[in-house]
């Protein structure tokens, strides 16, 4: 799946993680990623029960985080050791300064953020109970990164080796970063959520696909609620579609078809959850770090590769997921190596 090519290129890396030379005696570059996505401000408000519709009731909680999926794989790459640029809008107010500043002490490259005029950054409201949870997004500057500014800021995916993106932008801005990236020989990796009907032309230029159960359903009218299901219906969209799917299961870890057709499942550990905001977007980014490096060394990403990969990444995520928030609730790369060995 991975190409040669604009994969080896040197590319400036960002500016909060400024890249290495490769001389004797010191640690080789970190691979370099791109991620082209949303940036939100998340707004979690928790009581005890949902309102009825015209009813007002008291909260007990509220919590200002920075989110959006773009900027939680963004940090999430950075977290985990790669020099990463992010492409995205911000509005020009209070929030997108916020976001900026996030993104910085991550250690995200943010030169390819562009701050617009007049839309203000884009918001989630996260209504939360003990028992459930309902989210309302507003775009805002997040529905301007189309088509034209991605283009802009074709060199930041050109000199990756890895690109990231999901469906939090418009379908023509994340259609264009993968079309860069196949061009210029980048691994792509395309997180389809929230999940949507998608083009056929977007989904093939898409080296992997990291769709959770609901979103593999609808981008397959597969139930797959077999183990057998599951394996056949992967079988019939990669022999469609190309691009090689995973398929993450929550609890369960994530499964992935090998090259002699069985199921391959990567399970999860027995971890104690605080909170699963952003556990699907650790783990994509912990593929994505893994497949850059990969990249980086010329190496090929078999079975072999893929499954330490997707053990990497599922570890994690599992970590993640025992600590509150999206962005701050992210491992390190010591933290997950250090689990890995444990297990």
């Avoid at 001389?23 to 370099?32: D, I, L, M, Q």
């Avoid at 990623?33 to 998340?42: C, H, K």
């Avoid at 939680?72 to 916020?98: H, P, S, W, Y």
């Avoid at 797959?224 to 299961?249: K, P």
Wanted: aromatic share 2%; hydrophobic share 45%; proline share 5%.
């Amino acid at each position: 799946m991975m190409k040669q090519g604009a994969n080896e290129r040197n590319g400036a890396a960002p500016e909060a993680a400024p890249q290495r030379r490769d001389v004797p005696g010191r640690a080789a570059a970190p691979p370099r990623v791109a991620v082209a996505g949303s940036l939100n401000m998340d707004l979690v408000i928790s009581m005890g029960r949902m309102p009825l519709a015209g009813e007002t009731i008291s909260g007990s909680a509220l919590h200002t985080l920075p989110g959006g999926k773009g900027a939680n794989q963004a940090a999430g790459c950075a977290r985990l050791g790669a020099a990463t640029e992010m492409i995205g809008r911000v509005g020009e107010d209070a929030f997108g300064k916020q976001l900026l500043e996030q993104m910085r002490r991550m250690g995200v490259g943010a030169s390819g953020i562009g701050v617009h005029p007049s839309e203000p950054t884009g918001v989630a409201s996260i209504y939360h109970t003990p028992e459930d949870n309902c989210i309302v997004i507003v775009a805002g500057a997040n529905g301007e990164c189309g088509e034209a500014w991605v283009e802009s800021r074709r060199e930041s995916i050109e000199r990756a080796q890895a690109l990231l993106v999901q469906l939090e932008i418009p379908l023509e801005g994340v259609r264009a970063a993968l079309r860069i990236a196949r061009e210029a020989g980048v691994a792509t990796v395309l997180n389809p959520a929230p999940a949507q009907q998608l083009p056929r032309e977007l989904l093939e230029l898409a080296d992997y696909i990291t769709p959770n159960e609901t979103e593999f359903a609808a981008l397959t009218g597969a139930s797959a609620e077999s183990e057998d299901e599951l394996r056949e219906a992967i079988a019939a969209w990669q022999a469609s579609v190309g691009g090689r799917v995973i398929v993450t299961r929550g609890a369960a870890g994530c499964s992935f078809l090998g090259e002699d057709g069985r199921l391959v499942t990567v399970p999860a550990p027995r971890v104690e959850v605080v909170d699963t905001t952003g556990a699907g977007d650790t783990l994509n980014a912990a593929l994505c770090v893994k497949l850059a490096e990969l990249a980086a060394q010329g190496a090929a990403a078999g079975d072999a590769e893929l499954l330490e990969a997707l053990r990497f990444a599922v570890q994690a995520a599992s970590l993640a997921v025992t600590r509150f928030g999206a962005q701050d609730g992210l491992p390190s790369r010591e933290e997950v190596e250090a689990a890995l060995q444990q297990a």
